[in-house]
């Protein structure tokens, strides 16, 4: 069925182009008696409005093709915007070479290792309470190991942010190497 709609569309085009079917449409057509009817009937379509067209067909006007290329000659772009248009370039060029400068920064930029240590930064871990305690049904985890869990926590957070951070920095050179000029890279 797919392929019946994929064969009948080719078909059609073709009807337009006069070219000749490809092999598989061939042997499709061969074998699928729908494809067929389809065919046959953009064909003769085809045909009956070639034959309609002929007789609507008028001669080009004499010079026509130096009338056109005059009138675009004479609707050339003014003078007055290419200032604007150098201006609006160097401005989007500048705009392009500040955002790649931050990035730059942002990216390869000595990263400051934080002073926080959960272990030192709190001053008094409060207990639990004896009754509370009690009344539940499973054991409290004492705070060390509460401390020590929460410090692991961001370790996979920050294994992502550094794998980011290479792949920006790849992507970086990646397009610098491709986009800018060697000897803009000398300097």
Not at 92 to 108: E, K, Q, Y
Not at 148 to 157: F, N, S, T, V
């Amino acid at each position: 069925m797919m392929l019946c709609r994929l064969v009948q569309t080719w078909m059609s085009l073709d009807a337009d182009t006069h070219r000749p079917p490809p092999r598989w449409c061939e042997r499709h057509l061969a074998s699928c008696p729908a494809c067929q009817r389809a065919g046959n009937a953009t064909a003769q379509l085809a045909r009956r409005l070639t034959q309609a067209a002929t007789g609507l067909r008028q001669p080009a006007p004499p010079f026509l093709a130096s009338r056109i290329l005059a009138a675009a000659r004479t609707t050339a772009p003014s003078s007055v915007s290419a200032p604007w248009r150098i201006a609006w370039t160097r401005v989007a060029w500048a705009l392009g070479a500040a955002s790649l400068a931050i990035l730059a920064a942002v990216t390869w930029w000595p990263r400051v290792s934080s002073a926080f240590d959960p272990a030192t930064s709190v001053v008094h871990v409060a207990q639990n309470p004896p009754d509370l305690a009690a009344t539940l049904p499973f054991k409290l985890p004492a705070s060390a190991h509460l401390l020590a869990y929460g410090a692991r926590l961001d370790e996979p957070l920050e294994r992502e942010w550094q794998h980011m951070v290479a792949d920006a920095r790849t992507a970086a050179r990646s397009l610098a190497a491709a986009f800018v000029p060697e000897t803009a890279l000398e300097y």
